[in-house]
Each structure stands twice: as C-alpha cells, then as structure tokens.
C-alpha cells in the first residue's frame, strides 16, 4: 500500500477557496446490514461520508455550509462497489480511493492522514496514535480529531480504541464500531 497525500487546506470556519460556495457534491449510498452509509464527492475525490442517522438529513454539514448535493450513482459506482465488497467481508484498501479534506484544521488533518496508516484488521489506541504523533497525552485532542473524521470507514477511525480495552466513542454510534471491528478481524 502506497503512501499518499491527501490535499485540502480549508477547516470549517474558512471554507472559501478552492470550493466557492454552492459548489456540487455528488453523492450516492448504499445499503448494509445496519443501515445506510452515504458517500460524497467532488470532481474525482470523495470528501465526506456517513452513517445515515434518525433525524439528522444526510450531509447536513455540508449543505450548511452551501454545499449543493446531487445524486450521481454513476460517478461514485467504483467506489460504492468497493464498499459493497468491504460489507462483504472483503478488505478494505484506502489507497484505492482518492479523497480530500474540505474541513478540519491541519492538525485534524494530520491525525485522519495517520489513520490511513492503520491496516485492516488491526486496531491502535488513541494514547498510541497521540505518542505516533509527536503528541504525548494528548488523547483527548486525538479522540476529538478522531471523531471528527469526515470519511469514516475509509479513514479508519473505528480501528482506535481507549488503551483500557474499550472502544471509545464512534460517530455512529458504537454497535457499528462494534460490527465493522468484527467484520474485519473475521476476515484478516
């Protein structure tokens, strides 16, 4: 699995260049045992996914920010069929995917880059990933970052765990953590 770098220089509270507002999202999902996992993506780059949840509509966070949302299976079929085949119980390679960051700070950034770095099947602690870092008791800034992913699944956050044992938290809640650790340790 090669190394690569993900660009994106704009956080949340600049989202300015290079995404003027209204610019077009294109998004499909697809459907698993637990429910519905939405992806979105600019040009030939996913920049957002999540969980579909109760009463929250999907990409609410990008449609705040002015985010034009347009349904486009065909331009995310490549990727929907990876994700389909990871539901399966295929691994998962992130490389094969072309992202970038449309939010967060460069330092969430460098955490999300770090988590790409995490194999399928193999899990890391959130102290681990502060001490990888260069940042040393910094587990509540690299929880926080974590839980900010805007990519999850195809940026491991569910593969950080608390160094108890314990999973943590997860933006969907943690029966999916659960269930995607389970699903890939089946199949290491």
Same mark, same amino acid.
């Given at each position: !699995?090669?190394?690569?770098?993900?660009?994106?220089k704009?956080? !949340?509270?600049?989202?300015?260049?290079?995404?003027?507002?209204?610019?077009?999202?294109?998004f499909s999902?697809?459907?698993f045992?637990? @429910?519905?996992?939405?992806?979105g993506?600019i040009?030939?780059?996913?920049v957002?996914? *999540?969980?579909?949840?109760? @009463?929250?509509?999907p990409?609410?966070?990008?449609?705040?920010?002015?985010?034009f !949302?347009?349904?486009?299976?065909? *331009?995310?079929k490549?990727?929907? +069929?990876i994700?389909?085949?990871?539901f399966?119980?295929?691994k998962?390679d992130? +490389? +094969?995917i072309?992202? *970038?960051?449309i939010?967060?700070?460069?330092?969430e950034?460098?955490?999300?880059?770090?988590?790409?770095?995490?194999?399928?099947g193999?899990?890391?602690?959130? +102290?681990?990933?502060?001490?990888k870092?260069?940042?040393?008791?910094?587990?509540?800034?690299?929880?926080?970052?974590?839980g900010?992913?805007?990519?999850?699944?195809?940026i491991?956050?569910?593969?950080?765990?608390?160094?108890?044992?314990?999973?943590g @938290?997860?933006?969907? @809640?943690l029966?999916?953590?659960?269930y995607?650790?389970?699903?890939?340790?089946?199949?290491?």
């Amino acid at each position: !699995m090669g190394r690569r770098k993900i660009k994106g220089k704009n956080n !949340m509270r600049g989202l300015k260049k290079p995404f003027p507002s209204e610019t077009k999202v294109n998004f499909s999902f697809l459907e698993f045992s637990l @429910g519905t996992f939405f992806l979105g993506k600019i040009k030939d780059k996913v920049v957002w996914a *999540e969980f579909g949840r109760k @009463g929250v509509p999907p990409f609410f966070v990008l449609t705040a920010k002015g985010f034009f !949302m347009e349904r486009n299976d065909a *331009e995310l079929k490549n990727e929907i +069929s990876i994700l389909k085949n990871y539901f399966k119980g295929e691994k998962l390679d992130s +490389s +094969s995917i072309p992202l *970038e960051f449309i939010i967060g700070t460069e330092k969430e950034k460098k955490v999300w880059e770090e988590l790409l770095k995490i194999p399928c099947g193999e899990i890391i602690t959130y +102290s681990y990933l502060a001490e990888k870092l260069g940042i040393p008791n910094a587990q509540r800034f690299i929880g926080n970052a974590v839980g900010k992913n805007p990519i999850p699944i195809i940026i491991p956050c569910h593969r950080v765990i608390r160094k108890d044992g314990k999973l943590g @938290g997860f933006s969907a @809640g943690l029966h999916i953590k659960n269930y995607l650790l389970q699903l890939e340790s089946s199949n290491k």
